[in-house]
């Protein structure tokens, strides 16, 4: 990899503040100065350093954030405040959601530039368990419990898989298990049994949820190897 580009997957600068960086002596590779920025490197054997500090490469990462909110999961920004502006700096180029929240959902997202992986969350296919604190304007009779069990009417002749439902102390909040992702699902899904949707928070996705994680809204932070493998890679 060109050592310009390698300094910027690992902190985020732009390829121009690199190539200054590197031209102004402040870059060693393996203890040597080196002053250009076409210079090839081996991301996982070389040691980089920039102004004295070792910088890490990692080709996959993930990144976990309790989103907060308010922002959006689009690049666009004139769609309103976006949850990559939520990522540290070096991460801002380099993720994307995998699949999305709806501006007001909080909760549990994942980023990756691990395309394989997130292709592999989100397929329907594979029905990836989401599970949703869900908080409606009406209680949830046990009529639509058993509706959304068996699958409900999304309009446009689609229609919803069965849904894993259990009921909390509230009785307008239901936790609810979907296996699928489709656009505006839950909020759909509480429409055909007549009632709205007034707040949505992700708890969990695939077997990460947000108790282990333990994120206050708004944090987030990267995931291990060790995490991943436990989480993406087992099943
Ligand atoms: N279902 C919805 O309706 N909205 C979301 O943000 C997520 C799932």
Do not use: W
């Not at 310009?4 to 190539?19: P, Q, S, V, W, Y």
């Not at 368990?129 to 046990?142: G, I, N, Q, R």
């Amino acid at each position: 990899m060109r050592l310009d580009k390698f300094l910027c997957e690992c902190t985020g600068m732009n390829r121009k503040d690199a190539k200054s960086e590197i031209k102004n002596n402040h870059v060693l590779v393996n203890g040597v100065c080196i002053t250009d920025s076409g210079y090839t490197i081996l991301p996982n054997q070389d040691s980089v350093s920039c102004n004295g500090k070792e910088l890490q490469y990692r080709e996959f990462i993930f990144y976990v954030l309790n989103k907060p909110a308010g922002y959006v999961c689009s690049e666009n920004e004139s769609e309103g405040k976006t949850v990559i502006s939520l990522l540290p700096a070096e991460y801002q180029k380099r993720l994307n959601p995998v699949g999305r929240l709806d501006k007001e959902t909080t909760g549990l997202l994942i980023f990756t530039n691990d395309g394989n992986t997130s292709h592999r969350l989100l397929s329907p296919k594979n029905h990836v368990d989401k599970t949703y604190l869900v908080t409606c304007e009406k209680a949830v009779t046990d009529d639509d419990i058993k509706r959304l069990e068996s699958g409900v009417s999304l309009g446009d002749d689609e229609f919803s898989l069965p849904a894993a439902v259990e009921k909390t102390d509230k009785s307008n909040r239901i936790l609810m298990t979907i296996h699928e992702g489709r656009f505006h699902q839950v909020k759909r899904m509480m429409q055909a049994t007549c009632n709205k949707v007034t707040g949505l928070k992700r708890i969990s996705f695939g077997s990460l949820s947000l108790d282990d994680l333990a994120l206050k809204e708004g944090e987030g932070r990267t995931l291990s190897d060790e995490e991943v493998n436990r989480y993406f890679k087992s099943s």
